[in-house]
T-cell receptor
């Protein structure tokens, strides 16, 4: 399984764009990049998934460069309710395997 | 749809006691998972199942057993609880797909304290 590295914590202010980068140097050809969000006392929630280039949904954007050795989760105009832990996962559900979560990035949004 | 539900929400055990955590999903998902999350840490996979009647070990399986007798249920058992098993336990489920990564749907968690 590809090992991921992401910052332990980040601070931002309401209305700013937040970019969280995840490094995954040994990503495999079949691997996808998936991000989850976790609020205190809740289970994680799927945010976005991508394989290459850019993916956008109503919550976030995911930028993946051509070499796929890193990825950036972009949260536009964050609010206080975006304060959470964000996890980057890399892997592929091919066969009888499951992905594992790292320690994540704790994002604190200030007013 | 209730999604993924977990029973109980809270439990306090004494060292050496046993208990079973129940996870149920109503989304007809093939895959189900049990994770534990210690304070300030990420999630660690305990066991998972890729279908009814099948189970597999994750990162931290020692001290736990699981069973998947019905597709919608995934049970996590602690035969002899230890203080090191104090944690929040999350169950998740996901559907299957030919390629790509399956989105996992998580339950609300069970907070277990072993004294």
């Amino acid at each position: 399984l590809a090992k991921t590295t992401q910052p332990i914590s980040m601070d931002s202010y309401e209305g700013q764009e937040v970019n969280i980068t995840c490094s995954h140097n040994n990503i495999a050809t079949n691997d996808y990049i998936t991000w989850y969000q976790q609020f205190p006392s809740q289970g994680p929630r799927f945010i976005i998934q991508g394989y290459k280039t850019k993916v956008t949904n109503e919550v976030a954007s995911l930028f993946i460069p051509a070499d796929r050795k890193s990825s950036t989760l972009s949260l536009p105009r964050v609010s206080l309710s975006d304060t959470a832990v964000y996890y980057c996962l890399v892997g592929a559900y091919t066969g009888r395997r499951a992905l594992t979560f790292g320690s994540g990035t704790r994002l604190q949004v200030q007013p | 749809n209730a999604g993924v539900t977990q029973t109980p929400k809270f439990r306090v055990l004494k060292t050496g006691q046993s208990m079973t955590l129940l996870c149920a999903q109503d989304m007809n998902h093939e895959y189900m998972y049990w994770y534990r999350q210690d304070p300030g840490m990420g999630l660690r996979l305990i066991h998972y199942s890729v279908g009814e009647g099948t189970t597999a070990k994750g990162e931290v399986p020692d001290g736990y057993n699981v069973s998947r007798l019905k597709k919608q249920n995934f049970l996590l058992g602690l035969e002899s609880a230890a203080p090191s098993q104090t944690s929040v336990y999350f169950c998740a489920s996901s559907y299957t797909r030919d390629r790509g990564v399956y989105e996992q749907y998580f339950g609300p968690g069970t907070r277990l304290t072993v004294t």
